[in-house]
């Protein structure tokens, strides 16, 4: 008996998911929903249904988990509460500022129904932040710091899109590689927003655009790009296609602390990862078998990934994890 | 209120537990059990009694979590499911093969007095444990490597120490560079015992000593060094005490592993420790703090760092949790 997950968006993330579950012999894709027209949509699991969003109005007797990949800043808030009122829900919700309503209006609808919703999943939110938690937990006296990168940043690709005269564009957030062995070392720098990252877009110019106006308007970006340093590369199409079609990201959380009479320890997490948004669908895939095993022992209501044992996660069993993991 | 923690055991392990409890403000060291004269121990914390480990049949009223800093070879196996039957506990039992046994006994225990027992805490098992775990459940299409130091081995300092001439020594593992890096790159290498790790040994021999056979006896022996590639130099007693007088150690789990069409993850995670007992006291007290909650909600039997959902160990509340660390 294989967990039937749903996925509602059919983007990167939900292309993510699906690729997942067939890594997963215990995971099963049961159907795909769209707001588009379920006609349009081509997907790579032979013989699974495309539906519209609209059916999951009575899908519950076919689907275990529904994983939503729509986005955080429209999408999920309306979505995800909506849905935990009729399935177990995963999703990657990942507008800081907003978890605590996020989770309140998820938790409300979770409870009401007897569903388990899991909030924020992925690698940060997700990973990241378990490793905040586990490492904090441990050296109580010490101090975190996250990097991100080397990798592409959807929302400041999208703002040099928006610029005029630009055709195409990506973005590269890098950690600056001296304050990371700072970092590492102990040394316990106080890092202004300049001095941990740097950013790198390639652009490709409409035909007869002002290189030099475009440069310049990215670089006193508010927000985005004014307190960072950042390199603009101008670059055909044919380059970006070539060079930047991936989604790489990544990063470091590393935390310092010291014990006893000052005896110092480094903990560190990295990740360096080919394709974003696959590794986030792998991410949600394994919170999705959390989410089925938690609720079919009765649990209920909104979760983190900081509310669910690890044990959840892995298809071995307590002996099998003990026998060969522990 | 604070949780009222007893350390059963005083050496390198139990100082680190007593000095992690005063680095965590809602624990409290109740008092040290010890084997030897209770008179003859001089603890950090001042007004803590030391007393004889028979007092812990009678002191489950002043206790609410034990910490068991024995031995796995001989004391673990006895003391865990002993006091398992009388409090909550906690241990960091490091016999990998051993762990099925130890775990049903405990198991046993715990059950049959409603108490929560937590075995195989620290560093590894423990924290590289939990970092396969949630690994292999993101990338099940992937290769786990785990690479130890550069740190000091007790039990091959032992081994070292047992050779005739041999006044004193320390034994350091270290991971061959090139090694992590072949992982890093995700080139999957078959790696053998001697490609993985190098021995280095500092050993101050005794006057007259045969220095040439010492370092052959080392360098031959079977299990401890044979397999590996190993590095002698001998050193002055004085030097000993300077340079080699830490318990450093850490080292790195990593998992590579693909998605999709074929796209490559690396997860890697880090220690780098200056004190591998204060650091594994540390994680021995968090554990303490999620022992105590679980039993306070009802939970009760052996739990390994896969069965306990991750807010547990930290102070903070789910409220300031999803704040701050999401």
Redesign the interface.
């Known amino acids: 008996m294989s967990i039937r997950i749903g996925i509602l968006g059919y983007g990167n993330l939900g292309?993510?998911v699906e690729?997942?579950i067939g890594?997963?012999p215990d995971l099963e894709l049961a159907a795909v929903f769209t707001r588009r027209p379920p006609e349009t949509l081509r997907i790579q699991t032979a013989g699974v249904k495309v539906l519209a969003e609209a059916e999951l109005k009575h899908r519950q007797g076919d689907i275990d988990v529904l994983v939503i990949c729509g986005g955080s800043a429209t999408d999920l808030p309306v979505q995800t509460p909506k849905y935990a009122a009729l399935y177990n829900v995963v999703d990657s919700f990942d507008t800081?500022a907003r978890?605590?309503e996020h989770?309140a209006a998820a938790d409300a609808a979770a409870r009401e129904a007897g569903k388990v919703c899991v909030i924020?999943c992925g690698w940060d939110?997700g990973?990241f932040?378990?490793?905040?938690?586990?490492a904090?937990?441990?050296?109580?006296?010490g101090r975190d710091y996250t990097f991100w990168g080397k990798g592409v940043s959807q929302g400041h690709s999208d703002a040099v899109r928006r610029i005029e005269g630009v055709m195409d564009a990506r973005q590269y957030t890098i950690p600056v590689p001296q304050a990371v062995e700072a970092v590492?070392k102990g040394e316990n720098p106080e890092l202004s927003t300049r001095q941990k990252h740097t950013r790198e877009c390639f652009v490709v110019a409409k035909e007869g655009a002002d290189r030099a106006k475009i440069e310049q308007e990215i670089k006193t970006m508010p927000n985005y790009f004014a307190d960072y340093d950042t390199t603009v590369h101008f670059i055909s199409q044919e380059e970006m296609q070539r060079d930047h079609s991936?989604l790489p990201h990544g990063g470091n959380v590393i935390r310092t602390g010291v014990?006893?009479?000052g005896?110092?320890?480094?903990?560190?997490?990295?990740?360096?990862?080919?394709?974003n948004p696959?590794?986030t669908?792998?991410?949600l895939a394994?919170y999705a078998?959390a989410a089925f095993r938690m609720n079919s022992e009765g649990a209920a209501g909104c979760k983190?990934?900081?509310?669910?044992?690890?044990?959840y996660?892995?298809?071995l069993s307590?002996?099998e994890?003990?026998?060969h993991?522990?």
């Open positions: 292309r993510g690729a997942a890594q997963n800081h978890v605590p989770f924020s939110p990973m932040s378990l490793n905040r938690l586990y904090g937990a441990i050296l109580p006296q590492r991936g014990t006893g009479s005896n110092g320890h480094v903990i560190e997490y990295r990740l360096n990862l080919s394709s696959e590794f669908g792998a991410v394994a078998r983190t990934v900081f509310d669910i044992a690890p044990a996660l892995s298809p307590g002996e994890l003990r026998a993991l522990l």
